[in-house]
């Protein structure tokens, strides 16, 4: 950022130099900053799909959802097959409960992109909040299809969204999936431990990280974790060699 900031002190409108300077800012999830470098940028050139997308995205994340819908309207008004921006429209539309509005940005984002992951993703978080389940599992098959996909990708995008919608026992279901399927993915035992401590189960979280170190040994994410339920439960003495280990 210094480098950045020092070449914007010798060229303050220098295009390079703001879209790194407000990239920097997103990527250190500094997402008001990267606002205004975003705004800063789009006044030297007002029609950056790249600035105009990434910006609604930042807006997201600081859930100013209307003021992301008319940065993508903005965008798209002018970059009409842009995915990303029905994505983040749809995206925004979602966290408004505008669930129709939601499911027609992700559609369109797909029928421009069918790989694109997210629209799916966004899709099925819709049918879970109105609960439909069954077009939950539609959409995932859809996917599973355009993506000629494994199952175990399809069963880690289920556990992402009832993640997101804090159905513990849920994921807890789908990732054990993909652990029958490849059970060398120590993401799959991380998400199921979260799920039971979610359920105060955190007994249930020891378990599954200990079978997940008994394959992946030298796994830091998997010691890490172990070691603070092991603190979690009163077992002191059982944490200090998986950390020592893990560091």
């Given amino acids: 950022l210094f480098l950045i900031n020092h070449g914007l002190n010798l060229v303050p409108n220098d295009k390079m130099f703001l879209h790194k300077l407000a990239s ?6 500094r997402y008001a900053e990267a606002v205004d470098a975003y705004d800063r940028l789009l006044l030297v050139s007002f029609d950056d799909a790249t600035a105009l997308n990434n910006k609604a995205h930042a807006l ?10 008319q940065c993508c309207n903005q965008l798209l008004y002018t970059f009409w ?13 979602f966290h408004l409960g505008n669930y129709e509005r939601a499911y027609n940005d992700c559609q369109r984002a797909i029928e421009i992109n069918p790989h694109l992951e997210e629209a799916y993703l966004i899709q099925m978080k819709i049918f879970h909040e109105i609960q439909r389940p069954e077009d939950v599992l539609s959409v995932g098959q859809s996917f599973r299809e355009s993506h000629e996909a494994t199952d ?11 993640h997101g919608q804090d159905e513990h026992k849920k994921v807890i279901q789908m ?4 652990i029958e399927i490849n059970p060398l993915e120590s993401f799959y035992y991380l998400r199921i431990a979260d799920a ?13 990280l200990e079978k997940g170190r008994a394959l992946m040994p030298d796994d830091t994410s998997i010691l890490i974790d172990l070691s603070y339920y092991y603190i979690q439960t009163k077992q002191p003495e059982l944490a200090m060699p998986v950390i020592e280990h893990a560091y």
């Fill in 24 to 29: 920097c800012l997103h990527d250190a999830k």
């Fill in 60 to 69: 997201i994340q600081l859930e100013s959802y209307e003021l992301a819908i």
């Fill in 81 to 93: 097959r842009f995915e990303y921006g029905y994505k983040n429209r749809g995206l925004a539309n």
């Fill in 196 to 208: 039971h401590d979610a359920l105060n189960d955190q007994h249930g979280s020891i378990y599954w």
């Fill in 175 to 178: 990732a054990q999936k993909c």
């Fill in 152 to 162: 175990e990708h399809f069963y880690r995008l289920l556990a992402t969204v009832y």
